[in-house]
């Protein structure tokens, strides 16, 4: 039986959400519905995110797209905005210097 791309990339944000999952208990973060709440927002940017790479039609949801542009007015703020930026553009690179 073969997955559909939707149940695909929903596999993919669930291992996402677990993960988080995995370091909270092993920082022993309680669990309540605020941090349900967090994880159900980022299991929707996660599917967003993956419905946008495979071109996948999808309803843009406008809370998620406010908090987006709120967060970004203040990342642009800090200080360390150049360093956070260059991070991101270069994760993959910094990620394998750091393995080896």
Known sequence: ???????RLEIKA???VAFILE???KEKIDKDIDL????VLISKIVMTRLKKRYNL???????IDEAKAKI???IEKDEAYDTLIH??????KIK????N
Do not use: H, P, T
């Open 14 to 16: 669930m291992e996402v």
């Open 36 to 39: 349900c709440a967090e994880l």
């Open 57 to 63: 039609e999808f309803k843009k949801n406008n809370l």
């Open 23 to 25: 370091q909270y208990d």
């Open 72 to 74: 970004i007015k203040d």
């Open 1 to 7: 039986m073969q997955i559909d791309n939707n149940k």
């Open 87 to 92: 991070l991101v553009k270069n994760f993959k």
């Open 96 to 99: 394998e210097e750091s393995l």
